[in-house]
């Protein structure tokens, strides 16, 4: 079993920055946040392997970067420029072989 804690998150006014957190309980492969707003399906923000490979969603590049602290087993998720379009909870996500662990969550509300 993996525990997920996030910390961060909140309200913010359109064009701000947040950062959000995610401490894994031990050691996983890939770490990473997906996002689901109110009516649409969960979606991938971004992830980060133990070895330093990114993959960002086209929506979020240039503003969003992720960050890794694998002696923590923590993750980071920087971001910048935010629009209302990024409102809504975000999940911290580990895989560890090929299973995948889930944070409870956590809001992001960005006001216009």
């Known amino acids: 079993q993996v525990q997920l804690v996030e910390s961060g998150g909140g309200l913010v006014q359109a064009g701000g920055s947040l950062r959000l957190s995610c401490a894994a309980s031990t050691s996983v492969n890939v770490m990473g946040w997906y996002r689901q707003a109110p009516g649409k399906q969960r979606e991938l923000v971004a992830t980060?392997?133990?070895?330093?490979?990114?993959n960002y969603a086209n929506s979020v590049k240039g503003r969003f970067t992720i960050t890794r602290d694998n002696a923590e087993n923590t993750v980071y998720l920087q971001m910048n420029s935010l629009k209302p379009e990024d409102t809504g909870v975000y999940y911290c996500n580990a895989l560890l072989f090929t299973r995948a662990y889930w944070g409870q969550g956590t809001q992001v509300t960005v006001s216009s």
């Open positions: 980060m392997t133990r070895g330093g490979s990114t």
